[in-house]
C-alpha cells in the first residue's frame, strides 16, 4: 500500500510503566541510604536474595494466567530442600542424586495438585491451602523439626557460586572480563534483535514506532544492562543463580508469548468455556500449569538450600505471597488471561529492591511488611484505575 | 399539562469528544408503548441511561422533562424514586436467591428498619408475579430454577414492585424463543392497560410493529423521526430504511452460482442423552444429510434441542451416551474432542458469543487466530506470529470487521463486529461443514446483512453450512432446505419451495400431536 511509509505509532508506555517505577524506587533507596545500595555487592546480593522468588514468579505467572493461584509454593520449597539434603547428608549420596529426587519430588506433587485441581475440579485455593499444609507438615516430619547441614560446596555453588572468571586489576579493585564479554554479547543480541523486529514490521507493512522512541528505548536498557554487568563485574563476577534466572526467563518468555500451548493458558483464563469450544483441552492445561510449578518450585528449592548450605523446616515460609504479589505488582490480570513473564520478573525485583532497599536503611521486617503489602494494594489500584479510565 | 409524559429535548453526550448523542429529541406520550429503534451503536442505549441517571444530570447537555417536571437525575435511585425503571438486556436477577427476594430485591419489605418481613415480602411477591401473568409461580424457589422467559417477567414484577410509572425494556426478547417472546409482549400491552407508559428497545421489528404505538429512530446518534401507528407508514420495511439511511429491498442477500453437490456431511441414527440425568433423551435418531454448497437450516422452538444436537456433533461438547454415525465427506469420522472435530473439518459457531464464543479481554487477532493455530499458524507448537497478522488482517478486511487494528481488545467492539469476529475464528479452520447457531442474534440489520453474505461465500465455494435459529423469517430467507426439530426428533424436512412460517410451525404442532398420541398408547 502507498500508506506503509506512513504507519508510524506512539509506543505504550504503560507497556513500561513498571520498569519507571522499578527505577524509581532504586533511585529513591540510593538516594536515602547514600547508594549503599548500589555498591557492587548489594547488587550481587540483589540477584542472589531475589532468585528464588523470581523462579517462583515465573511459575506463579502461569497459575495466574488461568485465573487461580497457587499457594503450596513455599511448602513445596522446603520440602524439595529436605528432600535433596536427607539424601547427600543420611544416606550420603551424590548430589545429582539429590537435585534429580528433589526434581522429582516437585513434580510429584505438582502432579498431585494439578489433578485435583484440573481432573476433580476442586478449586485451586483449596488444593493449594491443602498443599501448602501438607507439605510444610512434611517437612518438619522429614527432617524431625532440626536444620540439616551444613552441605557439600559443590551443591551450595548453585545458591552461591559464581561463573569463571578473568580478574584484573581495575581502580581500586578488580574487573572481570567475562561479565563485559557478556554484557557485550547481550547488547549486540538486543540491538539486533530491535532491528530484526523493525525490519520484519517494515516488510509486512505493520505500524512501527519513532525512530527516537526506539533509540531510546534501546538506550535505556543498554543502561541498565551495561549498569548491572559493570556492577557484578566489579565483584566476583556473574553468580550461577543469574544464569538459571536468565534461562528460566527466556524459556518461559518464549513459551508465554511463542507457542501454542502458551497462548492456550491466556485463552484458558480469558474465558474458559470459549477456549474448550476452540479445541483446546484445558483440563490438560490446567494439570500442566500446576505441574510445572511444583517443577519450578522445587528448583527454587534447590537453590535456596544451596545458598543457605542447610534445609530448614521453616525454609520458604510465605513465598507464596512474595511470588503471587510480584505477578500482580508486575500487571497480571487477577480474574486470569493477561500479564507477561517479563512483569513478573520486575514485580519481583521491585519487591526485592525495597526489602533490600529498606533493610539497608535500617527498617525493621515488620515494617517492611507494611509498606510491601501497601505497595501491592497500590500497585493494584492503579492498574486497575487507568484500565477503568480507558474503557 | 403536555399531553407527554416524557421529552427529552436537544440531548447530547460526548466520550472524550466523540459523540454519541448529538442533540436528540424524543417525546413519549403518556400511557402509550414507544419503540427505540436503530443499528448497534446508533445510541439507543447511552439514551436510555442518560434518561435513568446512569449518566447523571451535568455529563450531557440538553433538557429532561417528565411529567411536566424539569429533571435533575444524579444516579439510578432518583429516577427510581420518580417511577423510571430500567430493565437491561442482562438480567440483574441474583441467580441463588427466591423468586420473592429477587422481586424485592433493593426495596426490600422490612418489619423493622433493616429487618426483612418475609411474610410481606411473599404475599406481595405473589400480587406482583400475577400482574405480570405468572400467578401460578411458587415464590420461594430460587430464580435460577426458571427459564429465562420467566426470569424475564420477574424482572417486570420487580419493576412493579418500585410503583413503576415508566417502564424502560432494553432488548427484552433477545433471549427468548417466539413463543415466549409473544407472552412478553402480551404483558406489555397488558401492562399499558393499567396504564404504565413503556419504552421498548428492540432489533426484532415485527415485535415493534405488534406491540408498540409510536417508533422513533435514532441513526448515528442523531433522531431521525418519529412514526405514529395509523398515521404514518408503520411497516418494517420502512423503518428499515430510516434505521440503515437505505433502501433495504432485499435483507436477505442472493445466492447465486452455487452448485449444490455431493453429500458432504451425514449424520446417521445419533441418540444423545442428557449430560446430568442419564435416562432422559435429549435426542432420538436423528439423521441429516448436507451437500456441499448447501445451506440447510434446522428450524424449531427453543428447547427442541437444536444446539445440543450442534453441540453434541462438535467433539460431543454436550451429553452423553452418545451413539450413531458422522460422515464426512464420504469417510467415518469419530469426533471425540472439539480438536478432532476441527481436524475433520467441522465448526461450530455458538449462540451464545460472549459465553462460548470469545476471549473478552484477548485482541481481535488473538480471537481469530486460536482455534485454527495449531493446525495453520504454527510449526512443532511454536506459533509464527507474522503468518497470524497477515490473516487476521486479511479476515478484518474480508468480512468488514469494524476495528481500529488487529490488536482492539474484543470487549469493547459492537455485537456486530463480535460476530464477525467469531465467524472468522471458524472461517480461518477452513472448515467444509460448518454450524453456525443463531449466527445474528442480538446484532444490527447492517452486520446480519454482512453475516448472511458470508454465508453465501461459503455456500459458493463449495462448503456445507449448517444455520439455526429462532428467527423463522431469517431461516426461511437463507436456507435452501430445512429440517424441523421438535422434542429431540426430527419433525420434518422441507424445501425453500415449500417452507413458510406456517408450514413450519404446522409441522411442530403435528409432531406434538403425534408425541401425545405415542404417551397415551403407553
Redesign the interface.
Known amino acids: 500500500m502507498e500508506t506503509k511509509s506512513k504507519k508510524v505509532v506512539n509506543m505504550d508506555m504503560k507497556q513500561y510503566g513498571m520498569f519507571f517505577a522499578l527505577i524509581i524506587i532504586y533511585l529513591v533507596f540510593a538516594i536515602l541510604t547514600k547508594s549503599a545500595n548500589t555498591t557492587p555487592m548489594n547488587v550481587n546480593n540483589l540477584i542472589m536474595q531475589n532468585g528464588y522468588v523470581v523462579i517462583l514468579a515465573i511459575g506463579m505467572l502461569l497459575c495466574v494466567l488461568t485465573g487461580n493461584i497457587d499457594l503450596g509454593v513455599g511448602s513445596v520449597v522446603a520440602v524439595c530442600g529436605s528432600v535433596a539434603g536427607i539424601i547427600m547428608m543420611d544416606y550420603k549420596m551424590n548430589m545429582w542424586i539429590a537435585i534429580i529426587a528433589a526434581l522429582l519430588v516437585g513434580f510429584l506433587v505438582g502432579v498431585f495438585a494439578g489433578f485435583f485441581i484440573a481432573y476433580l475440579g476442586i478449586p485451586p485455593f483449596v488444593t493449594t491451602l491443602a498443599t501448602m499444609l501438607m507439605g510444610r507438615g512434611l517437612t518438619y516430619t522429614l527432617l524431625q523439626a532440626q536444620t540439616k547441614g551444613p552441605f557439600d560446596q559443590a551443591y551450595n555453588f548453585i545458591g552461591a557460586g559464581f561463573l569463571p572468571v578473568i580478574k584484573i586489576p581495575f581502580g581500586d579493585g578488580t574487573l572481570d572480563l567475562v561479565s563485559i564479554a557478556v554484557a557485550i554479547v547481550a547488547s549486540v543480541i538486543l540491538v539486533i534483535s530491535e532491528f530484526k523486529s523493525y525490519a520484519?514490521k517494515k516488510k509486512?507493512g505493520?505500524?512501527v514506532n519513532p525512530t527516537w522512541q526506539i533509540a531510546l528505548k534501546l538506550a535505556a536498557m543498554l543502561f541498565i544492562i551495561w549498569f548491572f554487568f559493570y556492577k557484578l563485574s566489579r565483584y566476583n563476577g556473574l553468580p550461577f543463580v543469574l544464569l538459571i534466572m536468565v534461562v528460566l526467563i527466556a524459556i518461559y518468555g518464549f513459551i508465554t508469548s511463542?507457542?501454542?500451548?502458551g497462548?492456550?493458558i491466556?485463552?484458558l483464563g480469558?474465558?474458559r468455556?470459549?477456549?474448550?469450544?476452540?479445541?483446546?483441552?484445558t483440563k490438560k492445561v490446567f494439570f500442566w500449569v500446576y505441574v510445572n510449578m511444583g517443577v519450578l518450585s522445587s528448583i527454587a528449592g534447590i537453590v535456596l538450600s544451596a545458598r543457605n548450605g542447610s534445609a530448614t523446616p521453616k525454609a520458604g515460609d510465605g513465598f507464596e505471597m512474595d511470588a503471587i504479589a510480584s505477578c500482580y505488582i508486575g500487571g497480571a490480570?487477577v480474574a486470569g488471561?493477561?500479564g507477561t513473564i517479563v512483569g513478573a520478573v520486575v514485580g519481583a525485583f521491585i519487591m526485592g529492591i525495597l526489602n533490600n532497599g529498606m533493610s539497608l536503611f535500617g527498617w525493621s521486617t515488620d515494617i517492611q511488611k507494611i509498606v510491601k503489602g501497601a505497595v501491592l494494594l497500590g500497585a493494584v489500584t492503579a492498574d486497575l484505575m487507568s484500565k477503568r479510565k480507558k474503557? | 399539562m403536555s399531553e407527554y409524559i416524557l421529552e427529552m429535548n436537544h440531548i447530547t453526550k460526548e466520550f472524550s469528544g466523540v459523540k454519541a448523542l448529538d442533540d436528540v429529541n424524543i417525546q413519549v406520550r403518556k400511557g402509550e408503548i414507544h419503540a427505540l429503534c436503530g443499528e448497534n451503536g446508533a445510541g439507543k442505549s447511552t439514551l436510555m441511561n442518560v434518561l435513568s441517571g446512569v449518566y447523571p444530570h451535568g455529563t450531557y447537555e440538553g433538557d429532561i422533562v417528565y411529567k411536566g417536571e424539569h429533571c435533575v437525575f444524579h444516579n439510578l435511585r432518583d429516577s427510581e424514586a420518580k417511577g423510571i425503571v430500567i430493565i437491561h438486556q442482562e438480567l440483574a436477577l441474583s441467580p441463588l436467591l427466591s423468586v420473592a427476594e429477587n422481586v424485592f430485591l433493593g426495596n426490600e419489605r422490612t418489619s423493622m428498619k433493616g429487618v426483612i418481613d418475609w411474610t410481606e415480602t411473599r404475599r406481595r411477591a405473589q400480587e406482583m408475579l400475577a400482574r405480570v401473568g405468572l400467578e401460578h409461580e411458587n415464590v420461594n424457589v430460587p430464580v435460577n430454577t426458571l427459564g429465562v422467559g420467566k426470569q424475564q417477567l420477574i424482572e417486570i414484577a420487580k419493576a412493579m414492585a418500585k410503583k413503576v410509572e415508566l417502564l424502560i425494556l432494553d432488548e427484552p426478547t433477545a433471549a427468548l424463543n417466539d413463543e415466549e417472546s409473544r407472552k412478553l409482549l402480551d404483558i406489555m400491552l397488558e401492562l399499558k392497560r393499567q396504564g404504565i407508559t413503556c419504552i421498548i428497545i428492540s432489533h426484532k421489528l415485527n415485535e415493534i410493529e405488534y406491540v408498540s404505538d409510536s417508533v422513533t429512530i435514532i441513526r448515528d446518534g442523531k433522531t431521525i423521526e418519529t412514526l405514529v401507528k395509523g398515521v404514518d407508514d408503520y411497516s418494517e420495511d420502512r423503518v428499515i430504511k430510516a434505521m440503515v439511511g437505505r433502501e433495504m429491498t432485499n435483507r436477505y442477500p442472493v445466492r447465486e452460482g452455487v452448485e449444490i453437490g455431493n453429500v458432504i456431511f451425514e449424520v446417521k441414527n445419533w441418540n444423545v442423552f442428557h449430560p446430568d440425568d442419564e435416562n432422559r433423551q435429549m435426542l432420538k435418531n436423528i439423521n441429516l444429510q448436507v451437500r456441499s454448497g448447501e445451506v440447510v437450516g434446522l428450524a424449531g422452538l427453543m428447547g427442541a434441542g437444536r444446539t445440543e444436537l450442534a453441540m453434541s456433533l462438535?467433539?460431543r461438547?454436550y451429553g452423553q451416551k452418545i451413539s450413531g454415525q458422522v460422515f464426512i465427506n464420504g469417510q467415518e469420522v469419530h469426533l471425540k474432542?472439539?480438536?478432532d472435530?476441527?481436524k475433520n473439518k467441522l465448526a461450530?459457531i455458538?449462540e451464545d458469543r460472549k459465553?462460548?464464543?470469545?476471549?473478552?479481554?484477548?485482541d481481535v487477532k488473538?480471537n481469530m487466530t486460536?482455534?485454527a493455530?495449531?493446525f495453520f499458524f504454527?510449526r512443532h507448537?511454536?506459533?509464527n506470529?507474522?503468518d497470524e497478522?497477515?490473516a487476521a488482517e486479511e479476515y478484518r478486511k474480508r468480512i468488514k470487521v469494524k476495528t481500529n487494528?488487529i490488536n482492539q481488545v474484543v470487549g469493547?467492539l459492537s455485537g456486530g463486529n463480535q460476530q464477525k469476529v467469531v465467524v472468522s475464528?471458524w472461517m480461518m479452520t477452513q472448515p467444509d461443514v460448518l454450524i453456525m447457531d443463531e449466527p445474528t442474534r442480538g446484532i444490527d440489520v447492517g452486520a446480519k446483512y454482512e453475516i448472511y453474505c458470508v454465508i453465501n461465500e461459503l455456500a459458493q465455494a463449495g462448503k456445507a453450512v449448517i444455520v439455526i435459529s429462532s428467527e423463522m423469517p431469517e431461516i426461511i430467507g437463507t436456507c435452501d432446505r430445512i429440517y424441523v426439530i421438535n422434542d429431540g426428533e426430527i419433525a420434518g424436512e422441507l424445501t425453500k419451495e415449500e417452507v413458510s412460517q406456517e408450514k413450519i410451525m404446522q409441522c411442530i404442532m403435528a409432531h406434538n400431536r403425534k408425541g401425545d398420541g405415542d404417551g397415551n398408547e403407553e
Open positions: 520484519t509486512y505493520f505500524a511463542k507457542t501454542v500451548a497462548r492456550q491466556y485463552a480469558g474465558n468455556k470459549a477456549a474448550n469450544l476452540s479445541g483446546i483441552d490480570a488471561g493477561a474503557a | 462438535f467433539g461438547s474432542t472439539v480438536k472435530a476441527v461450530y455458538s459465553t462460548y464464543g470469545l476471549n473478552l479481554i484477548g488473538e486460536i482455534a493455530r495449531p504454527s507448537g511454536v506459533i506470529a507474522n497478522i497477515v487494528s469493547s475464528k
